[in-house]
């Protein structure tokens, strides 16, 4: 250690792979004065693989003590220490803890630096075959149904194509949740164990992998979905502006606020929208008249 201010390095370790680690991690973690690790297991399996030691401190570094141990990591910094940040698998901060110790140093004026690496983001993205020029990372949907609608339906009119992580158990539920938002006929694709022996990509509409995902699968996953379509007057048909205006009203909108939004950005008169809405009221109140109608066995 010098007596000026240290650095914090934030280094990518490989997603499956332990091939693909980058050449500067090794001599990253046989430098670092403190290496924090999501899980010093994992490290410890890593430099195994790498064929390395590490000679600075070994820390651990999750979500459940993530808030107590940055100012540790902070007053190290600030002594002079150069450390390394590294979490299970991909870059430090993307939907793993990092991003509290990097504020933190930021703030302190600590230079702040990263060893690029793998993923799983980007690896999904350029596999998916769908539209990557504008795209955004959506991280883990919430576990409960309702919160994960809730979520799902503030990111129905979303243009770019939306990343997602998810955990295999809830994959069917998650992929089921997509396509009644989303539609059934949206392109998506199921990335599984990404550059491990196992690694498969599912390509199909929303609907098509809910049913595929209802008989297990296994390993980890990310879930890619096409944007909404940037539709012009007459892109749209009836049923898809009622579904549109009825996912808005779900997430808390009125139902006049639906309407003008969901024709503001289908490029039609506000009254077009409306009347399908009043026509798709009136015919679900005509079905369950001739339900009641209908003679008892």
């Excluded at 609608?149 to 990111?155: H, K, Q, T, Y």
């Amino acid at each position: 250690m010098t007596g000026t201010t240290g650095t914090l390095v934030l280094a990518g370790t490989p997603i499956g792979d332990v091939a693909d680690a980058p050449p500067r991690l090794a001599a990253e973690l046989e430098r670092a004065d403190v290496v924090a690790a999501e899980d010093t297991r994992r490290l410890r399996r890593l430099t195994q693989a790498l064929g390395i030691h590490t000679s600075g401190r070994v820390v651990s570094y999750f979500e459940g003590n993530e808030s107590a141990r940055t100012p540790e990591l902070v007053e190290a910094l600030s002594g002079g220490a150069r450390v390394l940040l590294v979490t299970d698998a991909g870059m430090p901060s993307v939907s793993d803890p990092g991003y509290r110790l990097v504020a933190a140093a930021v703030e302190r004026d600590i230079r702040v630096t990263a060893v690029p690496g793998p993923s799983a983001v980007l690896t999904a993205l350029a596999l998916s075959g769908l539209p990557v020029d504008r795209f955004c990372f959506e991280g883990f949907l919430p576990r409960k149904a309702g919160e994960r609608l809730s979520r799902l339906r503030e990111n129905a009119d979303e243009r770019r194509t939306m990343v997602f992580f998810e955990a295999p158990h809830r994959l069917d539920d998650t992929l089921a949740a997509m396509a009644e938002v989303f539609g059934a006929e949206r392109r998506a694709a199921v990335c599984r164990e990404l550059t491990k022996t196992y690694e498969e990509v599912k390509r199909g509409p929303l609907g098509e992998l809910a049913v595929w995902a209802a008989d297990g699968v296994r390993g980890e996953i990310t879930v890619v979905v096409e944007g909404a379509a940037d539709a012009g007057p007459g892109d749209l048909d009836a049923e898809e502006l009622v579904r549109r205006v009825r996912v808005r009203e779900e997430a808390g909108e009125r139902r006049k606020e639906a309407i003008a939004a969901v024709a503001a950005d289908a490029g039609l008169p506000k009254r077009e929208v409306f009347d399908a809405v009043v026509a798709a009221k009136n015919a679900e109140k005509a079905a369950k008249a001739d339900e009641g109608k209908a003679p008892k066995a």
